[in-house]
Structure formats: structure tokens, C-alpha cells
Nanobody
Framework: QVQLVESGGGLVQAGGSLRLSCAASGRTFSRYAMGWFRQAPGKEREFVATISWNGGNTYYADSVKGRFTISRDNAKNTLYLQMNSLKPEDTAVYYC?????????????????WGQGTQVTVSS
């Protein structure tokens, strides 16, 4: 079992930045590939970014590429999402997720553990 707790969400103006964190506890964090997903009101959950077990490989949704950066610190059991140049359409609940494999995935169904989410609101 892995427990995931997100933090760092909030209200920000368009063009601003936020850094989300996801603290993991339980089994060895470095055994898991990780991902960020988001869900806006009335929409399905969508993929944002993913990272392999050692941070060597990352992948982003086209909508956030060049603006968001996913990273991890295995010594601190923490996943990050640096979000720059935020847009109103980035408004959503952001979730971190852990996958019981070393390689990353863009498919939410491939993830085994989920956090409770953190709200990000970008005003225009």
C-alpha cells in the first residue's frame, strides 16, 4: 500500500505559477512510476504528466508541455509538479497517482494508488 497526499493547490491569476507536491508513505517510493492527472468540473479525468521510477523519463500532455515540469525526490518520497504560465483552462482538481511499475504510463487505469486531490483555480 502507498498513501499519497497532495498539497500546494490554490487560487492564482492567469500567467502565475504554482508548485504541487505529493508526499508518499508506505512502501518504497522509488519502486513506483508516478503521474499527475486532473479533473475539471463536468469533465473526465485527464492525464497531465508522468515520470519513471528514477526520474529519467518524463512525458507530458500536449496542453501543458513547455509550461509544466514533473519531478521527484526519492530521498524525500515526494513528487512535484511545477506549473508556470497558468491559464484559466488549467483550473481543476489535481491528483497524483502511483503505478506499481518502473516505467511510466499516460493511462489512468494503469495506476494503483491515488491521492485525494488538490484544487487549482486560475482566474482570468
Amino acid at each position: 500500500q502507498v498513501q499519497l497526499v497532495e498539497s500546494g493547490g490554490g487560487l492564482v491569476q492567469a500567467g502565475g505559477s504554482l508548485r504541487l507536491s505529493c508526499a508518499a508513505s508506505g512502501r518504497t517510493f522509488s519502486r513506483y512510476a508516478m503521474g499527475w492527472f486532473r479533473q475539471a468540473p463536468g469533465k473526465e479525468r485527464e492525464f497531465v504528466a508522468t515520470i519513471s521510477w528514477n526520474g529519467g523519463n518524463t512525458y507530458y500532455a500536449d496542453s501543458v508541455k513547455g509550461r509544466f515540469t514533473i519531478s521527484r525526490d526519492n530521498a524525500k518520497n515526494t513528487l512535484y509538479l511545477q506549473m508556470n504560465s497558468l491559464k484559466p483552462e488549467d483550473t481543476a482538481v489535481y491528483y497524483c497517482a502511483a503505478r506499481s511499475r518502473l516505467d511510466y504510463s499516460v493511462d489512468a487505469a494503469q495506476y494503483d494508488y491515488w491521492g485525494q486531490g488538490t484544487q487549482v483555480t486560475v482566474s482570468s
